[in-house]
């Protein structure tokens, strides 16, 4: 600095050798110079004339130049181009830097397009592959053939039944829960069968329909009501008729008949079967109901289970609860119906479960019960018989049955032509009554039974009727102090009347005494017999005080008050006694019936006795009124006295009926000999016959049908009892088997008080249906009265066992615990209970412990189906007691495979004591629980017996009573009749079948019958059987009864086939349901929904048109015409109507399809699940003029859009994926579209994309920090140039790669947080769908819950949409950022010419490319206005602009694309002119312009490179980069921009640069040996070093000693510019312009020369163009 102030200060004052030598050394940057050289320079200054030292050292600053100059080419050899130089500097600094981002920027590319796949989780196949899945599955591409509404409507059907097979819950992989048996709605004709189908029933089953009854239909209602849903019992006949079940309407329900309980037919259906009706109040108008649903369908439903039957209607709401008498159970009968006449019904469905109120409510609301629809669970449709079918089962049943009546009518013409012989061999005699007006009495000496004399009336039957007028003197029989009349009489309820009576006329005083018959007057004493009262009435032999006639003593018997079986019924002849005894104070007149008179209960129970303590006359004469006659009156009197037969004075009343052996006695009679008169009255006629015997009344004993018997035909007596219902003359024919089978012809009547009244009492009914038993173990099964526990009984049994002084030896021997024990604190304790009784048993001392049941069997063997209501047994209990007799009967078939000796029961009391039991005749055996069938020895047994145990004190006595009888194996199905018990003269009685048996035991031997429940707790059934209800009566029933029982119940149980599944298996059944494995790749995710946009319906308006003035209604004109036309007589159209199609305007917003419109992505739609659309015909809403809505009506005219949305999981995937089929009615059709959108998480291990998304963020920072570096740069180096356009291009861009770098970065960090939370995400949506089946138990808010659970799966449908959108919103911002990526990938090419071909090419043609898309989108916008305007409405790829200009923007990339010439032909003018001057315009023109801009672009690109000698192949260019880079760091160079600015703006503009020029005073290259490696390594290039080159040869022209000079001053000024900046000096001068110094020096040096010297500025080094200049050379040599 010291050496340069000083040149400063002095060279302007001196021009000293030594100076000047100074400052040659300096401008030579430190190289050596000589003296001489020096001395050269001045001695040239010395040769100007100059006059001033200015003018001086303007010369010596010329002459220093030009030494300069001449110095430097001289060394050229040694030094490098410069303007080469620097654009090789420039270009490799551009070049390492650009290499480096693009290796950057490709690797980031590479690595954020491999993170782009991954992102795609399953990949591209994975996706197309389940849209193709799902458009095959739903057909989507049908979809381009729906124009129409019902099109429209039918796909809806098709996309639910197509969404079954995806749901893994359908039908497709488990068996149905529900079966839907009716779908459509259908008016039935008559009831249709079903196909055979397995409905499983348990412990509640629930049956569903719509329903709509004509009303004409419920006024021809059967008795049970018209049946929905019913299971026959059988095809033809009384089975047709009987139901196994049937629901009903009005809603009932009727069941049983395969198992039913009762022995009779219900009261209210007359048939064989339970039947539970519901009080469905409903309003009534004229005596008719008026059911609603005869106005529309109205949803019912019924709910069963074992106790009660719940009926309800529309949304669960209850009409009634019905308990039932019984469970009810199935059977197998394959007749199941559908239907009734005038009923129509949709929907119907059944439920092998038991639906919930709420549950009702949903399938009102919503066609299925809501976890159905979610989990689309649709139920499976029973499909419907083919006619050809049901044809053909027509035919086998018919056939079938017409076997049978072949078989019936073959049978009937045997039995009638055996009858006919019959009726031939006992011709059948019409009465012929007895018309005689008199009737002679005759005496008889001796009656043949009583060794009395009588007077005979009636010997051999005789029939009397009303024109039967017998009489006879009174005088004709005899009383003295009594008399009895015996008659034996058959008369039915129509036949009574007066059977005799004995009267004498009045004598009218006023007429002079002259005999008067009035009627009741005139009797004296009458007997009355018949259907309401038989009577005895006599007169008095007093007279009132006004002297008439008093009555006497009247017994009446009120025998319509007796049982039904005493009463008469014209079968049999009835014996018949009035007995008149004045002597007997207690029964002065008696009538006696059947052998039974006054003083029996039979008779007393029914008597009435009035004016018992007066006298009465035994004839006339004795009457009170006859006495008061004179004795002349007397005697007329009893000389016209008459007896009346059968009938009363004036021949009134009289009877109708069959006499025989009428006797009187004038005496009276005792009781024993009336009752050996009944037993042994002879026979008129028949010698050693009795009337009792031949044609009387029976007792019970007798009463028995001979069950051996056979007619000529081998027809039995159960044959006759069922002809006889049909055809009650089928006895009368055969009087022999009449009286063989008198029960079965009921061809006798039952002797008056011969049974007791013990047969009306009440009963206990054990079971109310038929019922099956199972072993459940050894010892069978237990059933207990429900008023106790097993539990209980079991504790009562071991704690009263007997506690015998010594333990019998059956005890010992079979080591069991015989005494008590105590377990009553182990009650609520099973196992522990079970554990203390152990193996204690009630055992009687000389009986085989195994005939007893040990106390735990009682709690294991227990039967919780089978427990028996025993709130009735107390009072059948002392009833029981009081009669001292008891009996238990019922049917019973085995279900063993082998013929069977069955049952083995043991029945045991209160204190857990057996007390009786049925067993074979060796005793109590087994069962065979491991194969279940008929043990060995009930196999071979021929013997059963009933026993009743003697007392305990007795040690229960087996001796107390056992009737045995021969017994028959039984064989599954065949019925078999058991009646057991004790009786009222101590005798254990047992019956099976017609095989009965009395045993007759000690009276001590009997303990007494508890008059409590006590009687009997527990029911212990061994064997596999079915066995009808027990009916426990308090007495034993007479032959008679028992004969009946089983001749009136068999009909009724041969029709009893039992249950399909025992009750204890079907409560306990476990449906198995057929599972299959779930096939498909998706799966429904969540309910499908349809939502719809609807518009306001109103007339077209184009629907009008205008005619003479007048507006016509074009739809008002088609009806008429219509109507005239097409619906005129005979022809109707009731659902005609005038409007033809709908018309939409806006937008509707309110309620429709009786739910709110939502709001769903800005529009007001409504929604509604897919599947009660699809799947149901009728949903129950609320709407404007009814309660119902058709599905079919949510799809119409004023449907504006629908969308079908569904969403589907793949599991192996993880992906959920959106289908959305759209529906628009916009475009005179119904247009439709889908799309298929996916939400894909990341399979593969999360830390694999994290890392290379963190790997893209370490490049990407990278690319951050190398941009803003270089923004930072060009900054410094433009900031001062920013209104220069380039450098202001320059800095846009490097801002615009800061902000990209910078948003991608973001972009990443984004991409990361969302894709990682992917499968989480997916995991919680998957559990938010999935859960959504919570249900309130308030129904107030069922509608309000249902409508919401609808929107929960509406929001999180949205969630998915949002979800996948967002998802889509990033893939497409990753998909512009990858683009963008790419673009910058090949903008980076630009580091090097000979890659930066694009980048050049486009830059190049940026201004032509620029008109020619100004022309294109002229041209093209026209084309595809004119093409959507003209034909649009023609071709479908031109309906639209943007579809237009995307047609023609293919035809011209790919032509013709759709724009065929071709079509032309076709077409009118227009289309040829069109699409001929599209192709030709935008194809053949424009097309090859934009062809013909790139390619001149590129043109020039590549000339450009050729003329360019610095540049070299990129691999060569990156192996110099690398080696400069490696010799910078060694030698520690300058930076590429220091350098190359001070080769611009420091050095002076001279062509060579060496490395003294390099490191000149230091500032750029710190030593000399820096510069000199600098110039050796690039002295390697050659285009840097100027070799063998004319030019080089060249003088110095002085121009360039000009610029030289100029470029030294400029230096000089700026070091002293410096200089005095340091010290403080004026600055004006340092700011001078240097250009302006220029300026001066060159002028001044024009001065000196003498002549004007022309000096240019230096031009750029790479554009520097050197001139000869001799002339100038010359005159500075002339100087």
Partial sequence: MEVRDQLNKELPRTTDKRLVLTLMRRMNYGLKVTPREAGWVLAKVDSFDCRTAEEELLALHLCMAYWYMQDAEESAENALLRAPLIERLELEYEFGLGVVRLCNFFSLFLIFLFTLLHLAGAGNDVLRGIQINLETKFQLAELSSITAFNELSDFVQQFSTRSTPMSPLSVNYFSSQAWVLQAQSTTFQQPEQLRELDMPFTDAMTLQAWIKADQLAMTRKNRVGLPILRKALGHFEEKADHSCWSWNFPPSISYGAHDYGGGEVHNQTNLAEEFVEANYRVPVLNGISQYPESDEMVLHTVVINLTHAVFMKNAGEQIDVQMLPR???????????????????????????????????????????????????????????????????????????????????????????ALGAQAVANKKVDPEPMRSNHHDIKYVPQDPTLKLPFWQIYDKPVYTDVESNHTAPASALPSDRGFTISSWLKFDDSGHGYHMAMAMPLLDETKNWESQWTGWDNYCWMIYAGASWTSFHTKSTTVDESGGQRSGPELMIFDKQAPESWRFGGKSYRHMVWIANPEDAEYPLKICIDGKCNGHPSIDDYAKYTNKDRSFALNCSATGIVRNYSLEQQAKANNESLIFFNRRPKHDYSMTAWQMSTKYFNRALTDEEVAKLFKSDPLPGEVGKTIKKAHGCKVPAETTDDRAYRDSFGHDCLWYYASYLTHPYVCARNPEAAAACPVACLASETCWGSTGKTSSEPHLTIWPMQIEFRSKGKWGTTCVAKSTTPEHEAIECALNAPNWPTPPKECNAAGISCGPKDCREHEADRSRLLQCLGDTTWVSRDMNTYMFLPCRDIIELN????????????????????????????????????????????????????????????????????????????????????????????????????????????????????????????????????????????????????????????????????????????????????????????????????????????????????????????????????????????????????????????????????????????FTCPDYTPQFYTCTEDTVDGYFFGMPSEMIDGE????????????????????????????????????????????????????????????????????????????????????????????????????????????????????????????????????????????????????????????????????????????????????????????????????????????????????????????????????????????????????????????????????????????????????????????????????????????????????????????????????????????????????????????????????????????????????????????????????????????????????????????????????????????????????????????????????????????????????ESPDRSVGVQRSRLSSVSGSPVSVSPPSPPSVKKRESDNKGTAQLEAI
């Avoid at 025993?870 to 019922?890: G, K, P, T, Y």
């Fill in 327 to 417: 469970p009810v159970t199935d059977c197998d009968s394959n007749e199941l119906l559908l239907g009734s006449q005038g009923l129509t019904l949709s929907s119907v469905r059944y439920f092998p479960r038991q639906l919930t109120s709420f549950e009702v409510h949903e399938i009102y609301r919503g066609g299925a019960i809501l976890s159905s629809i979610a989990y689309v669970t649709p139920p499976q449709t029973v499909e419907a018989v083919k006619q050809d079918d049901q044809v053909l089962r027509m035919i086998e049943r018919q056939e079938s049955y017409l076997t049978k009546e072949l078989e019936k009518f073959s049978k009937t013409v045997d039995y009638n032509a």
């Fill in 863 to 1130: 039967e919780p189906t089978c427990a028996w209501d025993d709130s009735m047994l107390a009072d059948v209990a002392q009833r029981a007691n009081a009669n001292n007799a008891w009996s238990i009967s019922f049917w019973f078939e085995t279900l063993s495979t082998v013929q069977c000796a069955v049952p083995q029961i043991r029945l045991l009391g209160g204190e857990g004591n057996m007390f009786g039991f049925v067993s074979i005749d060796e005793g109590l055996f087994a069962d065979n629980v491991n194969d279940g069938d008929c043990p060995e020895d009930l196999q071979r047994s021929e013997w059963q017996r009933f026993t009743i145990l003697g007392k305990k004190e007795g040690g229960l006595s087996q001796e107390g009573a056992a009737a045995d009888i021969p017994g028959q194996r039984s064989k599954a199905g065949d019925k078999h009749f058991i009646l057991f018990g004790r009786t009222s003269d101590n005798q254990v009685g047992f019956q099976l079948d017609s095989h009965a048996n009395f045993d007759q035991s000690r009276a001590s031997a009997f303990p007494t019958i508890p008059p409590d429940k006590s009687f009997l707790r527990v029911i212990n059934v061994m064997g596999n059987i079915r066995m009808t209800p027990w009916k426990v009566y308090p007495y034993y029933p007479t032959p008679d009864i028992i004969s009946n029982w089983q001749y009136t119940e068999r009909r009724i149980q041969e029709q009893k086939r039992g249950p399909a599944v025992p009750l204890a298996e079907q409560i306990q059944h476990k449906i198995e349901r057929e599972t299959s494995v779930f096939s498909e790749k998706i799966m429904v995710l969540a309910p499908p929904l349809i939502m719809q946009t609807r518009a306001v319906g109103q007339d077209c308006a184009s629907a009008k048109i205008d005619q003479d003035g007048e507006r016509i209604d074009i739809a008002k004109v088609l009806y008429d015409r219509g109507e005239e036309e097409q619906c005129s007589a005979p």
């Fill in 1164 to 1631: 007001l739609q409504y929604v509604e699940y897919l599947s009660s659309i699809a799947d149901s015909t009728l949903l129950g809403r609320n709407t404007k003029h009814k309660t119902t809505v058709s599905t079919s009506d949510f799809i119409d005219a004023n449907t504006i859009r629908a969308n079908i949305v569904g969403l589907f999981y793949t599991a192996q995937y993880d992906i959920i994926s959106k289908l959305e089929v759209k529906f628009g009615t916009g475009s005179g059709r119904v247009a439709a579209s889908y799309e298929v959108k996916h939400l894909v998480p990341i399979l593969d291990t999360t830390q694999r994309f994290v890392g290379l998304m963190c790997l893209c963020m370490v490049l990407n920072c990278f690319w951050v920090f190398t941009a803003t570096s270089l923004l930072r740069q060009t900054y410094k180096l433009h900031r001062k140039t920013w209104s220069e356009q380039a450098s202001a291009i320059e800095l846009l861009i490097d801002v615009g790669d800061v902000v990209f770098s910078v948003v991608f970065l973001v972009l990443i960090v984004v991409t990361t947080f969302d894709r990682t939370a992917s499968q989480s995400t997916v995991q919680t949506l998957l559990s938010s769908i999935l859960t959504l089946e919570k249900k309130p138990v308030d129904m107030m808010v069922a509608d309000e819950f249902l409508r919401e659970r609808k929107l929960d799966f509406l929001n999180q449908l949205n969630v998915v949409s949002d979800k996948i959108a967002s998802g889509e919103q990033l893939g497409t911002f990753l998909m512009y950022a990858a683009m963008a990526l790419l673009m910058r990938v090949v903008m980076a090419t630009s580091a090097h010419p000979r890659i930066a071909l694009i980048t050049k090419t486009l830059w190049v043609a940026a201004s032509d490319l620029t008109h020619f898309v100004i022309m294109f989108t002229l041209v093209f916008f026209g084309f595809a206005v004119i093409g959507t305007w003209r034909f649009g409405s023609e071709r479908p790829d031109m309906a639209r602009f943007y579809v237009a200009f995307n047609t023609m923007f293919d035809a011209m990339i790919g032509p013709p694309g759709e724009i065929f010439m071709s079509d032309a032909a076709n077409e009118a003018g227009e289309y040829f002119v069109f699409a001929l001057s599209f192709h030709v315009i935008c194809f053949f023109f424009m097309l090859n312009f934009i062809l013909a801009i790139i390619i001149d672009s590129y043109t020039t690109v590549i000339e450009g490179l050729r003329d360019s000698d610095i540049e070299q192949d990129i691999f060569t260019d990156i192996y110099c980069t690398c080696v400069r880079t490696f010799l910078s760091y060694r030698h520690q160079w300058p930076n590429t921009h220091c350098l190359t600015s001070h080769l611009r703006n420091l050095l002076l503009d001279s062509k060579f640069v060496t490395a003294e020029q390099l490191h000149w005073d230091g500032e750029v290259f710190n030593t000399i040996g820096q510069a000199r490696s600098f110039v050796r390594h690039y002295q390697t290039f050659p285009f840097l070093v100027d070799v063998n080159d004319p030019e080089n040869c060249e003088p110095p022209t002085i121009d360039d000693v000009a610029t030289f000079q100029c470029l030294t001053l400029q230096k000089l000024e700026s070091l002293s510019q410096t200089v005095q900046r340091a010290v403080g000096s004026d600055t004006s001068n340092a700011q």
